[in-house]
């Protein structure tokens, strides 16, 4: 079993929608959440940060954490067709802090 | 602000040739950790290095190797290339000796033919 779990999709969305990214894990130790979104031929770009369980929000982004289920989730509002991109969810924590744990990626397209 | 800049782009070799790649820190950045990633995989953590020593090592065999420079730049190389090499190559940079996000650079994609 993976430590990270995450859905790959892909996820094909009308513009305007509001679409839900998901990640599970398995190792309690992860404190530090984070999300990152990967255009095509490009590196991951981060997008939200967060510590511990609760929400974050920027923007069009809101981040959820829940520590005791081991959930994470990334909502996106009113999606763009700019927002078409691979999402990655990465975690860290304990003593391996700073080694990034990362899901599969999901693919999402936002069609106009 | 430069932000990570990574060198080559693109980078075609044969089995059981060496390759290093490059990588520059964004400014203010002290750490440098390099992952690798599988096409449709998610990055795997091959190791990480502040104040010029590897501070961290991900399930990676002894034929990668780094080095980290006194101005934070850093370089991984790659030895007895394997076909099972080929991926996209990342480097990410972070503050505070890995105390904060890491932000990654466009990687390097490395083909071996």
């Known amino acids: 079993q993976k430590e990270v779990e995450q859905d790959p999709g892909p996820l094909s969305v009308p513009e305007g929608a509001i679409v839900s990214l998901n990640c599970t894990y398995s190792n309690s130790a992860f404190q530090y959440f984070m999300w990152y979104r990967q255009y095509s031929r490009k590196g991951p770009e981060l997008l939200m940060y967060t510590y511990s369980s609760g929400n974050k929000e920027d923007g069009r982004f809101t981040a959820q954490v829940d520590k005791s289920s081991k959930y994470i989730s990334l909502f996106i509002r009113d999606s763009q067709p700019s927002d078409s991109a691979t999402y990655l969810c990465?975690?860290?924590?304990?003593?391996?802090?700073?080694?990034?744990?990362f899901g599969q990626g999901t693919i999402l397209t936002v069609h106009p | 602000d430069a932000g990570v800049t990574q060198s080559p782009t693109h980078l075609i070799k044969t089995r059981g040739q060496q390759v290093t790649l490059r990588c520059s820190p964004k400014s203010g950045h002290d750490t440098v950790s390099w992952y690798q990633q599988a096409l449709g995989q998610g990055p795997q953590f091959i190791f990480q290095?502040?104040?010029?020593?590897?501070?961290q090592r991900g399930n990676f065999p002894d034929r990668f190797s780094g080095h980290q420079f006194p101005n934070y730049s850093s370089e991984l190389n790659v030895n007895a290339l394997l076909l099972g090499d080929s991926a996209l190559y990342l480097c990410?940079?972070?503050?505070?000796?890995?105390?904060?996000?890491?932000?990654f650079g466009d990687g390097t994609r490395l083909s071996i033919l």
């Open positions: 990465a975690m860290t924590g304990g003593t391996s802090y700073g080694k990034l744990t």
């Open positions: 290095y502040y104040e010029e020593e590897e501070r």
């Open positions: 990410a940079s972070s503050p505070l000796r890995g105390g904060g996000p890491q932000h």
